[in-house]
Every structure is written in C-alpha cells, then in structure tokens.
C-alpha cells in the first residue's frame, strides 16, 4: 500500500545520516552518472534520426522535445540539428544496394528508390514480388577511415613491438611478414594497414538468409581501440 511504499522509502533514504558517501564522492558518482545519460542519449538520437529519416525540421522538433522533456540544454551536441549533423551527419552516408540477376548473376540497374528496375539492360525482368531479395550493400568506407582518423589518428604501436612485450606479443606488429614490411620501407608513419576478413551469420535460425559482412580492422592501434572501429 503507499503507506508501507512510504514507510520503506523512509527507511532507506529518509534520513541524511545514513549518506555514508562523502559530499565530493556523491557529486562524482552523480556527475559520472549524468555524463553516460548524455552518452546514451546522444547515442539513441542519431539512431532514431537514421532510422526514420528525419528532415532537418524534423530534427529540430524532434530535439527541441527531447531539451524540453530531459533538460539537456546544455549538452552542445544535442543543442541544435546544426551541433548534431557536425557530429553525427556521417551515418547518414551514402549506401547503395547491388542486386544480382537471378538468372544471369549480373548486377541490376535501381531506380531512385534503390531497386531494379522492371526492364533490365541483360534482358531480364525484376519483379521485387516474385525475384530473389539478396543484394549486397556498399558502405561509404571514406567516411569511416575519416571518422577514425578524426578520432584516434594513427597509432605507432609497431614502433615499439618487441616479443619480451605482453601487450604486443602475438599481434601483427610481431609477425615476420609486417617487420618485413617495415624494413623494406613499404610500411611507415603515414601507412594504414588493415586486415580483411568476413563471416556469414544467419539472421534467424529458421531462415534460409544470412549475413556475409566483410570486415576491415586497422592494425595500426591498440587492441581495443581497433575491436571498437571496425571498417564494414
């Protein structure tokens, strides 16, 4: 009943002398629990900004209830579409999608929709009712090196590899072939390398589609830094 939800309360937070948290403690534990609400509002905004499609109005309206409602007025990136878009306006890069001929395997011509159209170049016909719905999607890899670069830059980690060390014993840095790289001068400050790699993965157990991803990690970093930034 709310009598015994009040009497709990009280007994839990009712009196100031069972704060056995210091002041400058408190105040911390408050700031750093703000800042990650910011961080996961910043977050679930740009996803549902890429997910609806939002106009630039749409994105100020959509931000102006957001201040409104969780007084973030004084977070800079959620101020503003302007603020928002200079951080964020990347995602919302240009993605193509390239659908192959069922019959002849060649790649289709879309329309401003982003699919085949019904009469295509090989002689072929698409019906997007009846034809195969595999495509591959092209990512714009541009704006994700300039992201990382913006971000992180290039890390020389290989710089300072040795096999007596913990943090780079088996990474690439150590392997005969990259020290090779180094020596004969085809790797040095300004170079990226990267390691390409990709996995299928169904997208649900009882389908008969699945997800290849083709996957680049940048070798010139830190572990982590690279498990966080990976290129599709």
Known sequence: DPEGVDECSHHLFGSEDELTLEDDDYVSMT??????RIQVTRLLTA??????????????????ILNITSELYDDRELRSPYMFMKKYGFLKGWLKRIFPCTTCSVPLLNDDTGFPLEIQPCGHKYSKETSDNCYTLLLPIDEQIKFYLRYHGIQRK????????DETKGDVFTGDRYKQYVMDGLIDDHT??????????QKFKSSKYSFWPFMGIIN???YKTRRSNIIL
Request: overall charge negative; aromatic content about 8%; charged content about 15%.
């Open 158 to 165: 290989h710089s300072s590899a040795s096999p007596d060390n």
């Open 220 to 222: 010139e970093t830190s």
């Open 47 to 64: 996803a549902f900004y890429l997910k609806h499609g939002l106009s630039q109005t749409g994105l100020s309206d959509f931000l102006e």
């Open 192 to 201: 990226v390398t990267l390691q390409i790699n990709t996995d299928g993965a």
């Open 31 to 36: 700031a750093g629990d703000n800042f990650n």
